[in-house]
């Protein structure tokens, strides 16, 4: 999807112009993928924009930033404050918020160790990412050919740029074969999640998805998902899933920040259900759609609000 310059970009702990954030091409990350990051929205409220799960998103930064012994040189409060600082800056509604933590340049060769470590903070208006026809019309899915990376291969638990190499081989032979997303299988051939969306089930009214151990991320949308459901009034399982659980789902959903939670309507060609928004994921859907835009005082907590 094509992107629409906004006026500034935080790198390094200051604002400067989307024209002007730019890298040296010896870059450590660009080479061997040595950077983590984060996907965060803000939402249009009442009370201007609000940035959804901002702390939740930034701890899980820093985690991932943990995971591959990068010591970020902000703390975590700078990186929340980042985040804020930039979404009002460039006056928008709503947008997604991009921050990265990544090797810079000076040092060449596998140890990423002496390599300095960048950060940015972008922002950019995208709409939905499965396109957003399909929060109402279900996206179509194939399971893909490619595993997903497993825990003791690249972990999927961090959000590390160099991991996302697997969810572009998924991405692209599922779009080369005419479906719009692709759903991995890990190595033992149980269900994980879409290329950049956790993923689940609805079947004789309770919800089924993977648990973070058959090795997905732990998505905030998940997480908020399975919060809202059961306050809704609905089971949700954490349990291995087999690919015949989602031909056999009376209705499916992807959930993710760029993804939002989006309806499937169809795996392996196989009409799931209803065959498009089905009835409890509308439900949810639109209750989530009310928390992210400030509509709903059981979330509140879950949104930080720009202008205050
Ligand atoms: N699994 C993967 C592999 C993943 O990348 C994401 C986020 C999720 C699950 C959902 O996590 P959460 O956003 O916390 O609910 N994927 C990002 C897509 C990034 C991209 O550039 O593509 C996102 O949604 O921001």
Redesign the pocket.
């Known amino acids: 999807m094509p992107l629409a310059p906004v006026d500034k970009i935080w790198m390094d702990g200051g604002l400067v112009d989307w024209e002007d954030a730019r890298i040296h091409v010896l870059t450590h990350a660009l080479h061997y993928g040595t950077g983590v ?5 803000a939402y249009e409220t009442k009370r201007g924009p609000a940035v959804f ?1 901002l702390t ?2 930034i701890r ?1 930064l820093f985690r991932s930033a943990h995971l591959y012994q990068i010591d970020v040189p902000h703390s975590n409060e700078e990186m929340i404050q980042a985040c804020v600082e930039t979404v009002k800056v460039n006056g928008l509604k709503a947008c ?1 918020i ?1 921050p990265l933590v990544y090797r810079g340049s000076g040092e060449m060769g596998l140890n990423p160790l002496n390599a300095p470590v960048n950060t940015s903070v972008a922002v950019w208006s995208w709409e939905n ?1 499965l396109g957003e026809e399909a929060l109402e019309r279900g996206a179509t899915a194939k399971i893909s050919s490619w595993k ?1 990376s497993d825990h003791n291969i690249i972990p ?1 638990g961090a ?1 590390a740029t160099g ?2 190499v697997n ?1 572009g081989l998924a991405k692209v032979e599922a779009l080369k074969a005419g479906y719009d997303e692709a759903i ?1 299988l890990n190595m033992a051939g149980y269900v ?7 993923i689940f089930a609805v079947r004789d009214g309770a919800l089924h998805t993977p648990p973070l151990s058959a090795g ?9 998902v399975i919060t809202i459901a059961r306050d809704l009034g609905y089971e949700v399982h954490e349990r291995n899933m087999a690919r015949t659980d989602l031909y056999f789902a009376d209705e499916a959903f992807f ?5 939002e939670v989006c309806p499937i309507r169809e795996i392996d060609d196989r009409v799931v259900g209803s065959n498009g928004l089905g009835p409890i994921t509308k439900e949810i859907q639109s209750t989530f759609f009310g928390a992210v835009h400030g509509d709903d005082d059981r979330y509140a907590s879950w949104l930080t609000f720009v202008n205050e």
């Open positions: 990051f984060e996907g965060i929205r799960r939740d998103h899980r997604y991009r990412y997903r999927p959000k991991g996302y969810s991995f994980t999640d879409g290329t950049g969306e956790n997905c991320l732990d998505g905030i949308t998940r997480d908020s959930t993710g920040t760029a993804a």
